[in-house]
């Protein structure tokens, strides 16, 4: 990371990866009434989550039945993808980018972040869609961080290759810098289940560094910094006094394909690696030649306060082989050597508390899990599963790891992935 903030190699990899976890308008909507699971027909609260496949945003219940497609009608609009939820489990905040800017003869650096992008709330009740964060625009170029309340967000803002975050009214105005040119690239931020501190990592001139603040970037604390330690991802407990993170050893894993599970009090105490051996799948990728994908692969809580994790089985190497010596021009930069594949990985539960490590998932070689998220009732954990040269299904089983089962069989042509558990209805 250079002193003005612009995205160097690393930095534009990593960020790019991150991007794939006004007035009213009328919004088209494939997935508009849901058939309910008979276990909620009683009137208990509806589970539902997202997911993405084919670069498509899909919604569905927690026992897999209903799953609809979201067909916003927006002109100039060419890919969406959900950001965040409000508190009230309806309200969804979309990002939409109109046309990419880059492409040949237009490197990346110069030209992705000149690309239009839009922020939306939808309504899932009223089926309405409305524009944000449109008011006195900064630049072309927004991403959504957080939604910090019912009337502010913390928003990546591009101007000229350097990366800011700003606070912001729904609407756009009174928008107040959050972090300042030269620190370097913030992202990855979240928020307290207390809603008093956000946790973001910073690509710093200093390295990867792990940091939290109030919610308007003052009174921070570091939490992490090593410059021959990529820290990453930073998660809070559900009781917000703990933060989990990955190591990555970036120089001897320029692909960044692994890492370690971390722990650190909130106030930057207590500094602990959970795991050794770089244990954790952190640069997820999976597909074949013809249908390919990846993202990193965060680490999450669990409502007792366990974290989860992808552990990898002794030895394994992905068949994406990062390719270090040539210049990373599709934010890939991988090839395709199956033969080469060894192993997989498989979702565990890790007590932070006393280092216990619990298998639940079991896909065995040539399985490949990761994503796993705990639903907000506690009683079901969903997570992706690839076998060596395919796209991943969304798979379901219980907290212990039991009656594991395939969700999205519909979508084992093009894959599903990302699976975000909506918050429960209010």
Same mark, same amino acid.
């Given at each position: 990371?250079?002193?003005?903030?612009?995205?160097?190699?690393?930095?534009?990899?990593?960020?790019?990866?991150?991007?794939?976890?006004?007035?009213?308008?009328?919004?088209?909507?494939?997935?508009?009434?849901?058939?309910?699971?008979?276990?909620?027909?009683?009137?208990?609260?509806?589970?539902?989550?997202?997911?993405?496949?084919?670069?498509?945003?899909?919604?569905?219940?927690?026992?897999?039945?209903?799953?609809?497609?979201?067909?916003?009608?927006?002109?100039?609009?060419?890919?969406?993808?959900?950001?965040?939820?409000?508190?009230?489990?309806?309200?969804?905040?979309? &990002?939409?980018?109109?046309?990419?800017?880059?492409?040949?003869?237009?490197?990346?650096?110069?030209?992705?972040?000149?690309?239009?992008?839009?922020?939306?709330?939808?309504?899932?009740?009223?089926?309405?869609?409305?524009?944000?964060?449109?008011?006195?625009?900064?630049?072309?170029?927004?991403?959504?961080?957080?939604?910090?309340?019912?009337?502010?967000?913390?928003?990546?803002?591009?101007?000229?290759?350097?990366?800011?975050?700003?606070?912001?009214?729904?609407?756009?105005?009174?928008?107040?810098?959050?972090?300042?040119?030269?620190?370097?690239?913030?992202?990855?931020?979240?928020?307290?289940?207390?809603?008093?501190?956000?946790?973001?990592?910073?690509?710093?001139?200093?390295?990867?560094?792990?940091?939290?603040?109030?919610?308007?970037?003052?009174?921070?604390?570091?939490?992490?910094?090593?410059?021959?330690?990529?820290?990453?991802?930073?998660?809070?407990?559900?009781?917000?006094?703990?933060?989990?993170?990955?190591?990555?050893?970036?120089?001897?894993?320029?692909?960044?394909?692994?890492?370690?599970?971390?722990?650190?009090?909130?106030? =930057?105490?207590?500094?602990?690696? &959970?795991?050794? =051996?770089?244990?954790?799948?952190?640069?997820?990728?999976? =597909?074949?030649?013809?249908?390919?994908?990846?993202?990193?692969?965060?680490?999450?809580?669990?409502?007792?306060?366990?974290?989860?994790?992808?552990?990898?089985?002794?030895?394994?190497?992905?068949?994406?082989?990062?390719?270090?010596?040539?210049?990373?021009?599709?934010?890939?930069?991988?090839?395709?050597?199956?033969?080469?594949?060894? =192993?997989?990985?498989?979702?565990?539960?890790?007590?932070?508390?006393?280092?216990?490590?619990?298998?639940?998932?079991?896909?065995?070689?040539?399985?490949?899990?990761?994503?796993?998220?705990?639903?907000?009732?506690?009683?079901?954990?969903?997570?992706?599963?690839?076998?060596?040269?395919?796209?991943?299904?969304?798979?379901?089983?219980?907290?212990?790891?039991?009656?594991?089962?395939?969700?999205?069989?519909?979508?084992?042509?093009?894959?599903?992935?990302?699976?975000?558990?909506?918050?429960?209805?209010?």
């Amino acid at each position: 990371m250079n002193v003005h903030g612009k995205l160097p190699e690393l930095d534009r990899r990593r960020f790019i990866q991150s991007l794939l976890c006004g007035a009213a308008s009328s919004a088209a909507i494939s997935c508009r009434h849901l058939p309910e699971p008979e276990e909620y027909q009683s009137g208990a609260p509806i589970q539902r989550l997202l997911f993405v496949s084919n670069g498509r945003s899909y919604i569905m219940n927690s026992d897999g039945s209903g799953p609809g497609r979201f067909d916003f009608d927006m002109p100039n609009q060419v890919t969406w993808q959900p950001s965040a939820f409000f508190p009230d489990g309806r309200r969804i905040l979309f &990002l939409s980018m109109e046309e990419r800017r880059d492409g040949p003869g237009r490197p990346f650096e110069t030209f992705y972040t000149q690309t239009p992008t839009h922020l939306w709330v939808y309504d899932l009740e009223t089926e309405s869609l409305w524009e944000v964060a449109n008011r006195d625009r900064m630049s072309v170029f927004y991403t959504p961080a957080l939604i910090l309340n019912e009337g502010r967000l913390l928003v990546q803002v591009v101007r000229d290759g350097v990366g800011q975050l700003f606070t912001m009214n729904l609407d756009g105005t009174e928008a107040r810098p959050f972090t300042q040119p030269g620190e370097g690239l913030p992202y990855g931020c979240n928020l307290a289940p207390d809603g008093q501190r956000i946790a973001f990592h910073l690509a710093s001139p200093s390295g990867y560094q792990i940091w939290t603040s109030d919610l308007e970037g003052g009174s921070r604390t570091l939490i992490a910094g090593d410059p021959d330690q990529l820290y990453f991802g930073p998660v809070w407990s559900p009781d917000s006094q703990w933060l989990t993170y990955q190591a990555c050893r970036y120089r001897e894993d320029p692909g960044h394909d692994w890492a370690d599970v971390c722990v650190n009090r909130a106030d =930057g105490s207590d500094p602990r690696f &959970l795991t050794q =051996g770089q244990a954790h799948w952190f640069g997820a990728t999976y =597909g074949g030649p013809e249908q390919r994908g990846g993202g990193s692969n965060m680490l999450s809580w669990t409502l007792d306060g366990s974290i989860l994790f992808s552990r990898k089985l002794p030895g394994s190497k992905v068949p994406w082989e990062y390719q270090a010596n040539r210049p990373d021009t599709d934010h890939f930069n991988r090839d395709y050597k199956p033969e080469l594949a060894v =192993g997989g990985t498989e979702i565990c539960r890790l007590n932070p508390a006393t280092g216990k490590i619990t298998q639940l998932s079991a896909g065995g070689p040539g399985v490949w899990d990761c994503r796993a998220t705990e639903s907000p009732d506690a009683n079901q954990i969903v997570f992706c599963r690839a076998g060596t040269g395919h796209m991943p299904g969304i798979w379901s089983m219980k907290p212990n790891g039991s009656e594991a089962h395939l969700l999205t069989p519909s979508f084992a042509e093009h894959g599903a992935d990302h699976p975000r558990w909506l918050p429960l209805r209010k």
